[in-house]
């Protein structure tokens, strides 16, 4: 069975660990106004959520 002949450094080892977070958030389309959005989060164009207004949102003139 293969043993490791010396300890693996910290900086080694965590080199090794930080391609994990490389995905994509995961978007999808507000059904108000159809711009994508982060899943499980407010419209931040229209301010709604699940079909109710949650933020108003004013527009600049």
């Known amino acids: 069975m293969a043993v490791p002949k010396r300890k693996v450094s910290k900086q080694r080892q965590r080199k090794r660990r930080t391609f994990y977070k490389l995905e994509t958030p995961n978007l999808v ?33």
Do not use: A, F, M, N
């Open 29 to 61: 389309r507000c059904s108000q106004c159809h711009t994508l959005k982060r899943q499980h989060r407010v419209c931040e164009e229209c301010g709604y959520y699940d079909g109710k207004e949650v933020i108003k949102i004013e527009e600049e003139k």
